[in-house]
């Protein structure tokens, strides 16, 4: 998880992400672990935490952080534009 972890944070931080503001949370989907609830089968992960200019945030599993992500600011006081095909 930690060498996983080292890469991404790398590799968005080269495309212009801030790496402190990405959650990264060890998940099995195949077993449930960690995904809405934490998990007893990872002791040694304590936890995400995320630091972005509106505040801090944490969990410990991935719906928490999902629920965590904030959404873009929309311009609604400019036109509406809609792709047709």
């Given at each position: 998880f930690e060498?996983?972890?080292k890469e991404v944070s790398s590799y968005i931080k080269k495309i212009g992400y801030n790496p402190a503001a990405?959650?990264?949370v060890p998940i099995s989907g195949w077993h449930g672990d960690n995904m809405l609830e934490p998990s007893s089968?990872?002791?040694w992960?304590?936890?995400w935490q995320v630091e972005r200019?509106?505040?801090k945030a944490e969990g410990k599993c991935l719906?928490?952080?999902l629920d965590a992500?904030?959404?873009p600011?929309?311009?609604t006081d400019k036109a509406l534009r809609l792709p047709l095909q």
């Open positions: 060498e996983i972890k990405v959650a990264f089968k990872m002791p992960f304590k936890g200019k509106e505040g719906i928490e952080a992500i904030l959404p600011s929309r311009p």
